[in-house]
């Protein structure tokens, strides 16, 4: 249902039936980790102009990752991580 990458991948699938019988596949809830028991590859001091995709291309290769920095940091909201100059992001091993 989801690609390797994504962060869904692992979900759990389940199946709700409508009204009428029709069979509906849906991917179950996914919980967040608590970000400190992820092991860290290196912290990043934000800069003046630093976006969230640009920090987690240059520290894991690919910037659609950037929801692997997002729950490092217990950050629902990924331009909260960048709002602040000066702020420590911590950037996670990278998680399969």
């Given amino acids: 249902m989801f690609d390797h990458t994504s962060r869904y991948y692992n979900l759990d699938t389940a ?55 997002c729950d490092a940091n217990n950050a629902m909201n990924p331009d909260s991580l960048t709002a602040e100059l000066g702020q420590r992001i911590r950037v996670p091993v990278p998680q399969v």
Avoid at 28 to 55: H, W
């Fill in 15 to 69: 199946q709700y039936t409508a009204a009428g019988g029709r069979k509906i596949a849906y991917a179950r809830r996914r919980f967040l980790p608590q970000g400190n028991s992820l092991p860290v590859l290196q912290e990043v001091v934000v800069k003046q102009g630093d976006r969230l995709d640009l920090i987690t291309a240059q520290s894991l290769g690919v910037a659609e990752q950037f929801w692997q920095v």
